[in-house]
């Protein structure tokens, strides 16, 4: 099946620091998507990203599609406590998850 | 976005026993969906892709006669686990898929499911 290797695999952050991760696929895809998932629950989507080079923002995220169309990057600016959770990139040409990016903040 | 409902959020039954999780599309008319299981610290892996009317697609190493897919409806799907055994325990989610395969899919909350 399809890999997508996600890095790093966990991090560890003071509240207020910005947060990088990003993405990588064996595969060209036509879509990326950014998902968060709280312990306990089902992902929810962050950011959807369509076209090759396409950098788009919701709030303090901004995630891009890389040029290559292998691998895609978040950012998350300033992080809050509730930015807590696994971070999930998944690519549509079949629905394949990344294997996340575990985020804790340290108090 | 769609609106997914899963259903149980949480089942702890004995081993041998049939468990039946649903997952409703309760603003969208779905014609796929997907179900996925999740161990601790691991991602999602594809389990199926349900298609109303038909039968469903399973991935490679997913037991069909093991997990069985129902998706008789536009807005259910029902996943059974038959026969479960301990090494079954996990959490499993549907998700709707609103449009084409580059559309997001949206996700039910989970079922935990624990056999003892």
């Known amino acids: 099946g399809q890999q997508l290797n996600q890095s790093p695999q966990s991090m560890f952050i003071q509240e207020g620091e910005d947060v990088s991760m990003n993405c990588t696929s064996s595969?060209?895809?036509?879509?990326w998507l950014w998902y968060k998932q709280d312990p306990g629950e089902g992902p929810v989507l962050l950011i959807a990203?369509?076209?090759?080079?396409e950098l788009t923002s919701n709030g303090r995220l901004t995630a891009q599609f890389g040029i290559t169309r292998k691998d895609s990057f978040l950012n998350i600016s300033a992080s809050i406590p509730s930015d807590v959770g696994i971070y999930f990139c998944?690519?549509?040409?079949?629905?394949?998850f990344g294997t996340g990016t575990r985020l804790t903040i340290i108090p | 976005g769609a609106v997914v409902s899963q259903h149980p959020s949480r089942v702890i039954c004995k081993s041998g026993t049939s468990v039946k999780i649903e997952c409703r599309s309760l603003d969208f008319q779905a014609t796929t969906m997907f179900w996925y299981r999740q161990f601790p610290k691991q991602s999602l892996m594809l389990m199926a892709t349900?298609?109303?009317?038909?039968?469903?697609?399973?991935e490679q190493g997913v037991e069909k006669d093991k997990f069985l897919i129902n998706h008789a409806s536009l807005t259910l799907s029902t996943l059974t686990v038959t026969s479960a055994h301990p090494e079954d325990s996990s959490f499993y989610i549907c998700?709707?898929?609103?449009?084409?395969?580059?559309?997001?899919?949206?996700f039910g909350d989970g079922t935990r499911l624990s056999i003892l």
């Open positions: 998700s709707v898929a609103t449009g084409g395969v580059n559309q997001p899919q949206h």
């Open positions: 990203l369509y076209k090759a080079g």
């Open positions: 998944a690519g549509q040409l079949r629905p394949w």
């Open positions: 595969s060209i895809f036509n879509t």
């Open positions: 349900s298609n109303e009317g038909s039968k469903a697609t399973y």
